[in-house]
């Protein structure tokens, strides 16, 4: 069982509110991911980091922002809600080696109204 | 052109029978590869690694043709509970090390 966790796990929220969607990993990994994922459509990967203090856009234009001060934790940021932020976000982690696969969080299924 | 590239599906196949799922990948420096499983609004979970001189687990047997940047899911004696999405994954984008999944195939098993 993967030791990555995401809270909250689902969250219903007004247009224009702050909120930040926690990420939390015991394995000492140091490359951590967020992704997007509306139902049934692929995962579209939104921010990584390699390490602390490194965080890197990804593929998917996001309003949202992250940050990595500590190995263990990877939260991201929405500044103001939007209906068009409604969908899943999933956490995951892996490690140093290149091999080495990626665990995920069981997921913020986030719902802005 | 999408870094990695599969048939969405549905694949619609009684229990018991053998199915076979591909995936190709556009970067050709890619190292590692690998096959999740995602059940319906859960996360994805490994199912198995990718290795070049494929493998097998029980009913599911993998191959990956580096020539071809091509790799395969062979699932043997299908189950009920096979029914899922499963995803390709290619450990590059561009330069960096990062999983990047392809958009997944569907997999329904009926009795």
């Known amino acids: 069982e993967a030791d990555i966790y995401q809270t909250p796990r689902y969250l219903v929220i007004g247009t224009g509110k702050k909120i930040t969607l926690e990420c939390s990993q015991t394995?000492?990994?140091?490359?951590m991911y967020w992704y997007q994922q509306d139902p049934g459509m692929e995962l579209h990967l939104i921010h990584y980091?390699?390490?602390?203090?490194?965080?890197e856009k990804g593929d998917l234009s996001s309003e949202s922002t992250v940050s990595r001060i500590r190995t263990e934790h990877f939260p991201l940021t929405l500044e103001s809600a939007r209906p068009s932020h409604t969908s899943q976000y999933l956490c995951a982690s892996s490690g140093g080696t290149l091999n080495t696969e990626a665990f995920f969080g069981q997921g913020t299924r986030l719902t802005v109204v | 052109r999408k870094e990695v590239e599969q048939d969405p599906g549905p694949f619609n196949v009684p229990e018991g029978a053998t199915v076979a799922f591909n995936c190709t990948y556009s970067n050709s420096a890619s190292q590692s590869f690998f096959w999740y499983r995602q059940d319906c609004r859960k996360e994805p979970k490994l199912l198995m690694s990718v290795y070049s001189s494929g493998n097998e687990d029980g009913r599911f047997t993998a191959q990956l043709n580096r020539a071809s940047q091509y790799i395969s899911l062979l699932i043997r004696d299908s189950k009920l509970s096979d029914s899922a999405t499963y995803l390709c994954v290619v450990n590059m984008r561009g330069g960096s090390y990062i999983p990047t999944f392809g958009r997944g195939t569907s997999l329904i098993v009926h009795p």
């Open positions: 980091s390699y390490g602390v203090n490194s965080t």
């Open positions: 394995m000492g990994h140091d490359k």
